[in-house]
């Protein structure tokens, strides 16, 4: 049958199968709560601290793939203050041409709001985070050849783009930057949105893909995963259970939990047998002294 062929074949266990020696710890948005997320300030924080980084992908105007969490720039650039000089009516990424993009700061507002109190505590970082500034919106194309310098494996989360016209051109795009920066094997690519992970199966079979899902589970689902031709399942914790992980681990799926900044909660899911966790605070160290207890556990 072809979907038991799709969830055995070697691409599906290739990915995760070099994280298989100690707990993953997966940087979410990059370092996000002492750094800007979605920006190289963040990328390169994570170096030495974890093994996987997180990081969200749209489409702009011109088709450029940008780096980029939200629909909306407000958030997290200075869109809103630029925008007029600019001769932008709209504050939505995909309606900026890429070259107008690159004007915006996009980490300022972090220090600015520190939205996890995190520059209030440390006061040296915070002054160091300044001189980095400003943080511009970087493109996958630039990401992918820092992580190929550094052998850092990616998670490409493809944001939903189907209220734009640029929705059936996203996967092809993102498919094609991994393949030209020869990080085919370095990369797993997911999505809320489980058509586009039927797309890259169909395109780009080399590539893993994993499928992210939040508020309830899709019915059937290890027959469900295998059909979408996934290697991993990546739930909200919310809805993550010792079953579930047990079930699906059993299934042969490495199971990567959704936002994790609880450090008990973090051991608990590590002790089920999850293969990582996403968390806005990553430190591998913190979890390189389970490994033995994990181990036996285990
Ligand atoms: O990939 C896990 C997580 O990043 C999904 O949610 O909203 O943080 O992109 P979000
Ligand atoms: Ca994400």
Known sequence: MTTAIIADSPRNNRFFARFASQPLIIAHRGYRAWYPENTFSAFTACLGRCRMIEL????CRDGTVMVFHDRSLTRTSNAAMMARG???????????????????????????????GT????????????????QRIPTL??????????????????????ATRLNSQ??????????????????????FNHDYLRVCQHHAPEIATAALQQHFHPRDLVPYLRSLGVCAYH??????????????????????????????RRRRLLNWGVTGVFTDFPDQKEVSCWGAELQEAG
């Not at 969200?56 to 489409?59: G, I, N, W």
């Not at 520059?119 to 400003?134: E, F, N, W, Y």
């Not at 059993?250 to 199971?255: N, S």
Request: glycine share 6%.
């Open 119 to 134: 520059l209030g505590r440390s006061k040296a970082h915070r002054d160091r985070l300044v001189t980095l500034l400003p």
């Open 56 to 59: 969200d992908v749209r489409l």
């Open 235 to 264: 739930p909200e914790d919310i809805i993550t259970d010792q079953a579930l992980v047990y079930t699906l681990r059993a299934a042969g799926m490495a199971v990567n939990v959704f936002t994790v900044n609880d450090p008990v």
């Open 86 to 116: 600019l001769g932008k009516t709209s504050l939505d990424l995909d309606k900026w041409r890429s070259d107008q993009l690159r004007c915006l700061d996009a980490g300022s507002w972090f220090v600015e709001t520190d939205p996890f």
């Open 141 to 162: 194309q630039e990401v992918l050849a820092w992580a190929a310098v550094h052998c850092m494996p990616l998670n490409i989360e493809i944001k939903e783009m189907g």
């Open 170 to 191: 996203v996967v092809d795009e993102v498919t094609r930057l991994v393949r030209a920066a020869g990080m085919s094997g370095m990369v797993v690519l997911s999505s």
